[in-house]
């Protein structure tokens, strides 16, 4: 089975990082792709660099040539999931709504911790709109740049101090709200002695579940594929600021 | 990795069926172990015979001396999900919740279609506190008895009608509502052009997928160990009626 | 008017304690009659215990002779309710709810004060399929034992602390969330200065209600009647562990 | 015990029909007192007559000297309830929550039967707002006027047709939504086979219900007594138009 | 255009208070005329001020010749404003969804500073029947009676110290909970660096814009025009105690 | 006031057609400027061109020089909004939401009609992210292409027959669910006897009330500015396919 796994912003050793994570927690007879878009944000923070990365993740799916199975998007809380639906005819698992499935499976109330507040609003919306946000407890937010994300001790304990704080709002279980924390998660789940989901590992085994039982998404409704029309994807090359 | 699949009644034929429906879903190195209550009653249908359900399952469960890796509950709609996850230290995937999530992913709604209208109140309550209520747009009866469905086209009729009231409600992937549809899936996909959720395959991938990241069910809060105390399991054997 | 009340657990000193409840509530022409499971645990603390208390409470229901006009359910927060339903001809009060509706008529918002912490969610979904939970501002545990809920001071202390912390997340009455607490009722409303509601006695009131007016369940959809089939009540005597 | 009953409207006979129901739900030791306005709407159909409404019977209570163990209101949708709370030193039981508290006891959805289709945003928001509008199927009209309600075969087709409406959008039990209408109850409960709840008698049932337990509303919070401050109720008798 | 704003109580001096600001906010071929209800409560602080409010304000609109473009209904949490709706030919907007819906389209989550903390309820329903309550993250009293609020720094301080709650529960953007507060939010928004809405000039921009487009009130369905009927606005002259 | 309306695709005619609606409802001292985006998709129907129309008209917006007084995006149920309100700081008003708003003022439930059937899911997230879905009876489509929607017979013929079925639903007001409608608004509303809201009409009137307020967007939390970091707004001139 071939998964293609989107990065949502143009920094490659994030995704790097990531096909790492995707690749720890793939069967046996899965490979993993990583894709790195060739425009939009260096790094998704806020909704402007949600919106920008959605269309440039979009395009780089479009002219993927593939082949693969399906397609895991790893941008915790961002845009584009339903579109990578409509675009593509393999399943599409997003990380965000990933690690809230699982989740779910292993506490009653489950807490997210991300990296800035600012991108609170968009991971809730995301959670909503998936279907999958009635056992959120909490969204909290470390007040680290996605960039800052590293395996430092630093890092450790902003992770811990904002996974208290989901507890205490009543979180059973914690989800790592960015991608790129695959380290991460042995050492959150050891000192707090919870589960801890990260969202890559989790969209893999959901794709690789959704592949391995031959289902895909309804073109019925909501997902009907793309129509036909005149699409552009970034300005004309004299336009460009 | 052994998966131990516990039928909700003690209709061993079903719980054939049912085997053979996770046998089909499991990856490689899966093997599958059906467990038949000893007692309960020979179909769930409502609440007294879910009630009754859940205490068998979990005696069934306490006195099963394993190994094993994870447990699929395979009554749709029965209660019990929540004593198991308190019971066993290995992750507890439940069929009616199972299906529901993967189905979150394939579609903007989901309908359930069951077999008798009566059990319609307990596959909502069962969404809804595991969760995963809000993108269902119908629970639909088909009308059948749990241990009348079968491979016939009259089964395969009765499913048809009832898909077509659950899309005409919003529903844009279906999950079959009872344990032993698998040979159905198949047929009721075809013939609507839509994806059909099984439970059991879908609990069956949820659990390799939690048993694969090594993910289990978190003791803080709503499922820790149960307390050490007198409980007895039925009745005294010269009490019964 | 009779009204069979039903301890959810097999201590029988628990049952007293419940019965002189019921009592003191009931109306002159109202006779109580307690019920002690044969089987089941002595306490129910947790989901494991509920399921097992439910099937066992249905089976002492299901064997007890009568005659009776009302079932009032005296565990709090745990399982059966619907299943009584099913089985009985005349009304069934849960004390659960029972508190819920009148706290309801008592102030915009009300508080739980309970046990253990880890029986909030069985209390939370109770309320919630009950459909009285919309006015609910917390649920809060004590960490008493239900075996060691007494009338001594030190309960009383915790139950005002607990309902402190109600009150500090907008509770406006309180609810005594567990059986057999009559006596503590008094002292907690006198030292808050706040209405506190008693289960037991809310459900015989409400069940002396239902039986004076001459209303009993609709078996239109979710109660109907069991169906007629084979079930059995525990394991055969000679498999018992 | 003694019961205060206040019409929400100036219609004497429709006073006289309210505490027949009343009485004939009251238990032996009870005494109801009928109570009409003595301004405001012949009947409320509608917000502006609810509001008007509202202001007259404050006034009708606010002047009445009783003594009373208990109001009942009986307008079933109307406005006035909180009010009447912060006013009177007992409990105060609202028609419309009462109906549809013990409506919840019955079945799992309840429906309400009502006069024009104009009320039913004021009985869902009254629902609502009392906490008890989880389980209501669906709010119904009847397009008969409040004083058209009577005894006759026209009135009980009325009923019968509206609540059929309701029972096909899931309601297994059905609340009559108007005051008034206690000779109607016993004969669409035998059309349909169904529980009817009238809310008269509902609403006598829980106050002595509360009244019995001792039980009034909580001062903390929403419901404290009014400020002493300058009011007055109605125009000065030369500006009347 | 002409627009007309009732004061929900009987002094005066709020009434010009209120018109100040209502002239403020208003565009340039915009007049206000403030009306004074003849009866009813000096302030409304609470359920029965409100009930008795809402018929005042209705008796007053109802009384008054005009002629005029729209009502701009200036209590914060009052009743009345569907009773309005139905009174009138031309659109009715209220202060409380006024600055509600404004404060959508500037953040994320809005808060409401008020004055007691018994008028809480009353706002969060107000909010929840204009159906803008979704993006509520509090209601906070500062403990200031209505007639209290001024210009004075202890006015300001108070707000403030109310406003940093409501911020701490997720508000992005403040919602002045009172009419006449107009000369406060200047300085709050500027002590808070946050967008601060004050219903009185979001009402008249509403009532502007609605004019501007021709819409008015549906008369389909909930607000269709009152019923001719007998009406009394306030008790008999020799009755009045 | 300058007011800048943002198309969402790329088809000028439907910006003049867009404009135009906006003139019209725009005050004697507004002057309106309407932007097409130089890339993106010739029409917005679905999830990938609503993803791939936010990123344009964000990359417009941004190189937009300007100066403006408020933003009105006039894309109906499409993505960007929030991006929109972190990029500029001036008031962003969508047209979605926009007509929401005041169709709350007009009646208890309002409901939309748009173009094609799949866009209905990108509405309801649209208002319910916006916080006003509340009163959202139905969104509705008349299958008609967004280029297809002209003034001909045949589009107001579909839109009375789509606007009926969300009347059924309880609609009492209507609100266009596409831009450049403005012409329909007048025809529907008179054939159907209801308020009828024109997106593009009502994000203006907002806009002019925010921009007269001196209300713009907060910067607390949610819609922070943009963090500086490398972003780049299309693929390399040489990488287009």
Same mark, same amino acid.
């Given at each position: !089975?071939r998964i293609?796994v989107t990065?949502c912003?143009?920094?490659r050793? !994030?995704?790097d990082?990531?096909?790492r994570?995707?690749?720890a927690?793939?069967g046996?007879?899965t490979?993993v792709?990583?894709?790195?878009?060739?425009?939009?944000p260096?790094s998704a923070?806020g909704?402007?660099?949600?919106?920008?990365?959605?269309?440039?993740?979009?395009?780089?799916l479009?002219?993927?040539?593939?082949?693969y199975?399906?397609?895991? !998007?790893?941008?915790?809380?961002e845009h584009g999931?339903?579109?990578?639906?409509?675009?593509?005819?393999?399943?599409v698992?997003?990380?965000t709504e990933?690690?809230a499935?699982?989740?779910?499976?292993?506490?009653r109330r489950?807490g997210?911790?991300t990296?800035?507040?600012?991108?609170r609003?968009?991971?809730?919306d995301?959670?909503?709109?998936?279907g999958?946000d009635?056992?959120?407890?909490?969204?909290v937010?470390t007040?680290?740049?996605v960039?800052?994300?590293d395996?430092?001790l630093r890092?450790?304990?902003?992770?811990?101090?904002?996974?208290e704080?989901?507890?205490a709002a009543?979180a059973e279980?914690?989800v790592?709200g960015?991608?790129? !924390?695959t380290?991460?998660?042995r050492?959150?789940?050891?000192r707090l002695?919870l589960?801890v989901?990260?969202?890559?590992?989790a969209a893999v085994k959901?794709a690789?579940s959704l592949?391995g039982?031959g289902l895909?998404?309804s073109r019925?409704g909501?997902?009907?594929?793309p129509?036909p029309?005149r699409?552009?994807?970034?300005a004309p090359a004299?336009?460009?600021?």
């Amino acid at each position: !089975m071939r998964i293609v796994v989107t990065n949502c912003n143009t920094t490659r050793a !994030m995704t790097d990082e990531i096909v790492r994570g995707a690749r720890a927690a793939a069967g046996p007879g899965t490979t993993v792709t990583g894709l790195t878009p060739a425009w939009g944000p260096e790094s998704a923070e806020g909704w402007l660099d949600s919106h920008l990365s959605a269309a440039a993740v979009l395009d780089t799916l479009r002219t993927y040539e593939g082949p693969y199975d399906a397609v895991v !998007m790893a941008g915790f809380g961002e845009h584009g999931r339903e579109g990578a639906r409509e675009l593509v005819d393999v399943p599409v698992v997003d990380i965000t709504e990933a690690a809230a499935h699982l989740a779910c499976l292993l506490g009653r109330r489950y807490g997210v911790v991300t990296t800035l507040d600012r991108s609170r609003g968009q991971i809730e919306d995301s959670l909503r709109t998936a279907g999958v946000d009635r056992n959120c407890a909490a969204v909290v937010g470390t007040g680290l740049h996605v960039l800052d994300v590293d395996a430092s001790l630093r890092t450790e304990e902003a992770f811990v101090a904002a996974a208290e704080r989901a507890c205490a709002a009543g979180a059973e279980v914690l989800v790592l709200g960015c991608a790129g !924390m695959t380290g991460l998660r042995r050492a959150v789940a050891d000192r707090l002695g919870l589960p801890v989901v990260d969202g890559v590992a989790a969209a893999v085994k959901l794709a690789e579940s959704l592949v391995g039982l031959g289902l895909t998404t309804s073109r019925a409704g909501g997902y009907a594929k793309p129509l036909p029309k005149r699409r552009s994807w970034g300005a004309p090359a004299d336009d460009r600021p």
